[in-house]
Structures are given as structure tokens and as C-alpha cells.
């Protein structure tokens, strides 16, 4: 088991609020989580509970109305869209539920993308990306784009390209729910295995509670607020 290490996330009594017309809609509701190097953490509850307001916020994708999230420390607090898009290129890593691949690229292609903001020369960059595929069982798939490839190794794609520029947290919104059951557990497996073997710090939204059994720590949100916060055992898948 990875042990937890330093403070890599926080979000200090954050609260989100939306203006729709004439009404103001509270999406969370003074939230505090904080998450450790090494850790799995599921964000769990029905739609509408929060969860992928408070993931957004955890991304740098969206600011919170307020309170405070730091990742690794940094605020994201700051008035400035480059800054922000700097501390999502170096920190943090994305699997989205539609996998958000490019089509005219290729696996490798889709995977290197994050190096080409961070400057990387090609051949290095050629490198990291097969490695990032070897990771999640694609190696010898590199030259193939996505509508050669199945939904479950579209996700891997994903989960490789979100590896491979050594974020500090991978965040994934719902990364299984366009997917059927057995190639499901088959990503949850690897997404499991990564952050034991790699100790790569994920957290990961869902409502399902077969994703929900591989997490090691489950974060139940209601209503915009944390209701339960429990670590757990190990799946049985």
C-alpha cells in the first residue's frame, strides 16, 4: 500500500455558488477535503451532490465563489488565465468520461500533447509517450487514432496522456461511465494499479458503486456538502 505523503490538495471551506436569472443556486456549501500524496480518493454521490463542482474547482477549470483551493501548496485564487493554465500544465493531470482525444491524431500523438506546452524536445517527447503507453497495456497500439481503438483502450489513451508529464494529482470526471461493466473494472483495475505501483495520487468522481469499491478512501457529498469522508478496504474484483 502507498504510503500518504505531503498535502497535494486542499480545498478550505469552499463554497460555489451559480446566478441563474433571478435565483442563486448553491453548488457546495463550505466544503474542506484535503488529499495526500499517494492517495485514491473517490468523490461519490448522485448528480447534483456536488462532486464534479467541487473536481472543477480541484482542476483549476473553475474558482470558487468562496474559500480556497491550493494544489501543491499554490492557490488557485489568481486573477489570471495564464497562470492558471500554467498550474493545470504542471500539476495536474485529466481523464475526462468522453476521453477527449483528438481524432486526426494518433495514440502517441494524443499522448505527447501535454509535453508540447512544457517545451519538451521531440525525441524525448516520442519517449515518454510509448513509455506512457507501455504503462497501460497499449505498447504497439502508438500508431493508431481513436476510431481504431475500442472504448476501453481510448480511456487508456487517456489515462496515458494524463501520466505522462508527471502531474502531482491525476483528476478524472466519472472515467467510467461510458463504458460497460467489465471494461469498467478493467480501468478501475489499472487506475488502481498505477497509483500502487507508480504511487500516483488520483481522485476520481462517480456514482457508481462498483467504481466507488476500488477507491481507497470514498468523500460522500450531498447537497453541495461533505456528508462522509472513510477510507476502505481493497475490492474484490
Do not use: W
Not at 39 to 68: H, I, M, Q, R, W
Amino acid at each position: 500500500m502507498v504510503e500518504k505523503g505531503r498535502l497535494v490538495l486542499e480545498a478550505n471551506r469552499v463554497s460555489k455558488k451559480y446566478q441563474l436569472g433571478q435565483m442563486s443556486v448553491t453548488a457546495l456549501d463550505e466544503v474542506s477535503v484535503q488529499v495526500h500524496q499517494g492517495e485514491f480518493v473517490a468523490l461519490a454521490g448522485s448528480s447534483g451532490s456536488g462532486k464534479t463542482t467541487l473536481l472543477n474547482l480541484f482542476g483549476c477549470l473553475d474558482l470558487p465563489s468562496s474559500g480556497e483551493v491550493k494544489v501543491d501548496g499554490v492557490s488557485s485564487l489568481v486573477d489570471d488565465d495564464n497562470f492558471l493554465s500554467g498550474l493545470r500544465a504542471t500539476k495536474l493531470g485529466f481523464v475526462f468520461q468522453n476521453f477527449n482525444l483528438f481524432q486526426v491524431l494518433t495514440a502517441r500523438e494524443n499522448v505527447e500533447y501535454p509535453l508540447l506546452k512544457q517545451k519538451v524536445s521531440k525525441a524525448e517527447r516520442i519517449e515518454r509517450a510509448l513509455m506512457a503507453l507501455e504503462k497501460v497495456g497499449l505498447k504497439g497500439f502508438a500508431d493508431r487514432r481513436p476510431n481504431q481503438l475500442s472504448g476501453g483502450q481510448r480511456q487508456r489513451v487517456a489515462i496515458a496522456r494524463a501520466l505522462v508529464h508527471r502531474p502531482v494529482i491525476i483528476i478524472a470526471d466519472e472515467p467510467t461511465a461510458s463504458l460497460d461493466k467489465k471494461v469498467a473494472v478493467e480501468i478501475l483495475t489499472l487506475m488502481r494499479e498505477l497509483n500502487e505501483r507508480e504511487g500516483a495520487t488520483i481522485v476520481f468522481s462517480s456514482h457508481d458503486p462498483t467504481a466507488l469499491e476500488f477507491a481507497r478512501r470514498t468523500v460522500q457529498m450531498s447537497d453541495g456538502r461533505v456528508v462522509s469522508d472513510s477510507a476502505q478496504g481493497t475490492s474484490s474484483f
